[in-house]
């Protein structure tokens, strides 16, 4: 750029400027930041510092923030499915537990370092552990059901939600990511010096072979080249969020067309979450669009949940008994999140 050229340049928008910023960082930003510079331009330059810190591994206290909110939304919901099964065995208390703990620990990682390196991560194995044995309590349900798993397709819609413990771990997945991220404060030339971070402690914990891949991994994720690990979470969370949402919607006997959005949301936001593992261009141009759409789906269906629940009789007289017992109310906020894992993903790099 020539000298005489500054002042202009000083003077152009906020929009300009981030696309003259992506064109000097030599990388290609998804194609709806370019639709967004092309509506908002003055937003652009606010929507790129954002894809830069994602691109970078910079936002831990974001993530944590995301986390603890997806915590508190998920234990509520696992704790109105077991209070109608009137938690008939102890180990259905866990997940509240963990929920609840889950929710303080991210918070506590937004402000407090010390808290995202070693508590989170660890708190994260146990709520992926949790996940995994409900998994398997929910499987040993519907097989005790008269007729078991002879006839699967009633059993599984009237028995305990099969993937809702698998959901429910999705928590800690995200927890430790988390714990892998840099924060946004943290200075940029960490990353381009090469710079290794100390790994966290409780990988020392692991063998050596693990404690390896797990150096690697760590820092894949914390210079945000973890594109594919997140598009196939993102593939994996909406198929559990379309079960859940397919049986819960048939008790229902799909009385509102808007109940079938996120059974047809599901197959296509896993068709480009898995193309995305794959393929760079459908990561930067389907996925980021089917994205956006699960979660204004989302958002959609937490105003139908909310307003059914208002309708039920004694509604506002009885607020837990209709909490427990109407439409889960933050059950289409958890599809939404796995629309804003994919947006994620659409935003990070591939690995090395």
Same mark, same amino acid.
């Given at each position: 750029?020539?000298?005489?050229?500054?002042?202009?340049?000083?003077?152009?928008?906020?929009?300009?400027?981030?696309?003259?910023?992506?064109?000097?960082?030599?990388?290609?930003?998804?194609?709806?930041?370019?639709?967004?510079?092309?509506? =908002?331009?003055?937003?652009?330059?606010?929507?790129?510092?954002?894809?830069?810190?994602?691109?970078?591994?910079?936002?831990?206290?974001?993530?944590?923030?995301?986390?603890?909110?997806?915590?508190?939304?998920?234990?509520?919901?696992?704790?109105?499915?077991?209070?109608?099964?009137?938690?008939?065995?102890?180990?259905?208390?866990?997940?509240?537990?963990?929920?609840?703990?889950?929710?303080?620990?991210?918070?506590?990682?937004?402000?407090?370092?010390?808290?995202?390196?070693?508590?989170?991560?660890?708190?994260?194995?146990?709520?992926?552990?949790?996940?995994?044995?409900?998994?398997?309590?929910?499987?040993?349900?519907?097989?005790?059901?008269?007729?078991?798993?002879?006839?699967?397709?009633?059993?599984?819609?009237?028995?305990?939600?099969?993937?809702?413990?698998?959901?429910?771990?999705?928590?800690?997945?995200?927890?430790?990511? &988390?714990?892998?991220?840099?924060?946004?404060?943290?200075?940029?030339?960490?990353?381009?010096?090469?710079?290794?971070?100390?790994?966290?402690?409780?990988?020392?914990?692991?063998?050596?072979?693990? &404690?390896?891949?797990?150096? =690697?991994?760590?820092?894949?994720?914390?210079?945000?080249?973890?594109?594919?690990?997140?598009?196939?979470? &993102?593939?994996? &969370?909406?198929?559990?969020?379309?079960?859940?949402?397919? #049986?819960?919607?048939?008790?229902?006997?799909?009385?509102?067309?808007?109940?079938?959005?996120?059974?047809?949301? =599901?197959?296509?936001?896993?068709?480009?979450?898995?193309?995305?593992?794959?393929?760079?261009?459908?990561?930067?141009?389907?996925?980021?669009?089917?994205?956006?759409?699960?979660?204004?789906?989302?958002?959609?269906?937490?105003? #139908?949940?909310?307003?059914?629940?208002?309708?039920?009789?004694?509604?506002?007289?009885?607020?837990?008994? =209709?909490?427990?017992?109407?439409?889960?109310?933050?059950?289409?906020?958890?599809?939404?999140?796995?629309?804003?894992?994919?947006?994620?993903?659409?935003?990070?790099?591939?690995?090395?």
């Amino acid at each position: 750029m020539a000298v005489d050229s500054l002042p202009k340049a000083v003077e152009k928008s906020a929009g300009e400027l981030g696309g003259a910023a992506r064109r000097l960082v030599g990388h290609r930003s998804p194609s709806w930041l370019g639709w967004l510079e092309a509506l =908002t331009p003055r937003l652009t330059g606010d929507a790129f510092a954002l894809e830069q810190h994602v691109r970078e591994g910079r936002f831990q206290r974001s993530l944590a923030l995301i986390t603890a909110l997806s915590s508190l939304a998920t234990g509520f919901e696992v704790g109105t499915e077991h209070y109608r099964g009137s938690y008939s065995q102890r180990i259905m208390y866990s997940p509240i537990a963990l929920g609840a703990a889950m929710a303080v620990t991210s918070a506590a990682a937004i402000f407090n370092r010390w808290a995202a390196r070693v508590a989170l991560p660890i708190l994260s194995l146990v709520t992926l552990a949790d996940g995994v044995v409900g998994f398997i309590f929910h499987v040993r349900g519907i097989a005790r059901k008269p007729g078991g798993w002879r006839i699967p397709i009633f059993n599984i819609i009237m028995g305990p939600p099969i993937f809702a413990p698998l959901l429910f771990g999705i928590m800690g997945f995200l927890g430790l990511i &988390t714990s892998f991220l840099r924060r946004e404060d943290d200075p940029r030339r960490r990353l381009t010096l090469g710079v290794r971070r100390a790994a966290p402690d409780w990988v020392n914990l692991l063998p050596r072979s693990i &404690t390896r891949e797990g150096i =690697t991994l760590e820092q894949d994720v914390r210079e945000g080249r973890f594109q594919r690990g997140l598009a196939l979470a &993102t593939a994996l &969370t909406a198929f559990f969020n379309g079960v859940e949402a397919l #049986y819960s919607h048939y008790k229902n006997n799909f009385r509102f067309k808007a109940q079938w959005t996120p059974i047809l949301l =599901t197959p296509a936001l896993m068709t480009v979450s898995l193309g995305a593992f794959w393929s760079r261009r459908m990561a930067r141009t389907w996925l980021p669009f089917v994205s956006l759409l699960a979660m204004v789906d989302g958002l959609v269906g937490f105003f #139908y949940h909310s307003r059914g629940g208002l309708r039920r009789p004694g509604a506002l007289q009885r607020p837990l008994h =209709t909490l427990a017992y109407g439409p889960p109310i933050f059950a289409p906020l958890l599809f939404a999140a796995s629309g804003m894992l994919g947006l994620m993903a659409s935003l990070m790099r591939r690995g090395k």
